[in-house]
């Protein structure tokens, strides 16, 4: 039986890399190629993918907050996300998300395949560099809103704009990034940056 692929990737090259590489294979089959996080879910309705092999990093959405989207409306299609990065807090995330696989993406292409093969079979994949850092990583102090409003804060928004972005209160904004200061021990709302940012906490 065929392995049915859709590719989520948007590096041109590497997209292409990886389609060639998946084709080789006798038993799979790459049915849908896509560059953003948010035409996923329209491109795995219209195939019907047996499993979505998910970069973590797209425009449009993110690949993780896709996956999720995706369990939700074609829960029997599987999802392995690859990473360049070994970001502990990028693996609890798929966790949470009930991914299938997590793999990096230099992995060799034979341990893709196999990856492939093992999450189509219903069983989980997890590269054991990233489970090993994910296991000697802390988790975050931060709240799910404390992290989101720092997250906007990074990206260079004030909190006002924040406040608007959240339809919350100035107020409200500000007692979350006073509260996320503290909690981190940092010095100002920068140094709680980039101590999130260090810790992977920031996703």
Not at 107 to 120: D, F, G, K
Not at 165 to 186: F, M, P
Request: net charge negative; proline share 4%; with cysteine.
């Amino acid at each position: 039986m065929t392995i049915r692929i859709l590719l989520a990737e948007d590096m041109n090259m590497v997209r292409g890399a990886l389609v060639a590489l998946l084709n080789l294979e006798d038993d799979l089959e790459v049915v849908c190629e896509v560059e953003r996080g948010d035409e996923i879910l329209d491109g795995a309705l219209l195939h019907k993918p047996d499993v979505a092999v998910i970069d973590v990093d797209l425009p449009g959405i993110d690949g993780l907050t896709a996956a999720e989207r995706l369990r939700k409306q074609l829960p029997e299609c599987r999802v392995l996300i690859l990473t360049s990065l070994g970001r502990p807090g990028a693996l609890r995330r798929a966790l949470a998300a009930q991914v299938s696989g997590f793999l990096l993406k230099d992995a060799p292409p034979q341990e893709l395949a196999a990856a492939v093969r093992n999450v189509a079979a219903g069983k989980r994949v997890i590269d054991s560099q990233l489970a090993l850092s994910a296991w000697n990583s802390t988790e975050s102090p931060l709240t799910t809103r404390e992290t989101e409003v720092l997250r906007l804060a990074a990206d260079g928004l004030e909190p006002v704009e924040i406040a608007g972005h959240l339809q919350l209160s100035l107020g409200t904004v500000r007692n979350y990034l006073t509260t996320a200061v503290t909690k981190l021990n940092a010095r100002n709302r920068v140094d709680a940056i980039k101590i999130a940012r260090d810790a992977d906490w920031l996703l």
